[in-house]
Antibody, heavy 117, light 112 residues
């Protein structure tokens, strides 16, 4: 069974940093592109980043470019999102998602990041 | 960025009745491989999104056949032939034709 489990969320002050993790199991992690998507509770979904299966290629939304870094460790079946210079507007639930060609087929349960002083 | 526009945003439906959600994109979602990179997700209350329909018209594994997707170019539709109580939640369309991948605003389906 495919499982994606996010962790690392919490309360952080504006300007602070946080690293999210996504633990993958039940599939050959190193064969899949992975994405991060966020959602303000009760609001819409916003794509923020993706990484190729071998980690060599990354893409970011303009809203996080230069502040967030996506990475992965295929030996550990783990996806990461390093978030720096956090702003109030980064407060969201962050989901990792597995990608097939043209769509996301599995999502994690999400981890809540709250940026507040 | 490709803008995704859903309608309606709220959809009250009587059980057993059909329902339809429209999703329009600001540019064609036809990819070079001939597939439309338009997908539908359902987010049930308190849960993460789950895949319903991928690449315009393909039902995901385990999705009941009362759900169907269709469309082309910039106009896409999700149809539920007979709504059941378990179908409540927010339905999102998503384009993966280009980055940033973008989502519709969401359509909240509720039971009358």
């Amino acid at each position: 069974e495919v499982q994606l489990v996010e962790s690392g969320g919490g309360l952080v002050q504006p300007g602070g940093s946080l690293t999210l993790s996504c633990a993958a199991s039940g599939f050959s992690f190193g064969n899949y592109w992975m994405h991060w998507v966020r959602q303000v509770p009760g609001k819409g979904l916003v794509w923020i980043s993706r990484i190729s299966s071998d980690g060599s290629y990354t893409t970011y939304a303009d809203s996080v470019k230069g502040r967030f870094t996506i990475s992965r460790d295929n030996a550990k079946n783990a996806l990461y999102l390093q978030m720096n210079s956090l702003r109030d507007e980064d407060t969201s639930v962050y989901y990792c998602a597995r990608a097939l060609t043209g769509y996301f087929d599995h999502w994690g349960q999400g981890t809540l990041v709250t940026v507040s002083s | 960025d490709i803008v995704m526009t859903q309608s309606p945003l709220s959809l009250p439906v009587t059980p057993g009745e059909p329902a339809s959600i429209s999703c329009r994109s600001s540019q064609s979602l036809l990819y070079t491989n001939g597939y439309y990179y338009l997908n539908w997700y359902l987010q049930k209350p308190g849960q993460s999104p789950q895949l319903l329909i991928y690449l315009d018209s393909n039902r995901a594994s385990g999705v009941p056949d009362r759900f169907s997707g269709s469309g082309s170019g910039t106009d896409f539709t999700l149809k539920i032939s007979r709504v059941e109580a378990e179908d409540v939640g927010v339905y999102f369309c998503m384009q993966a034709q280009d980055t940033p991948h973008t989502f519709g605003q969401g359509t909240k389906l509720e039971i009358k």
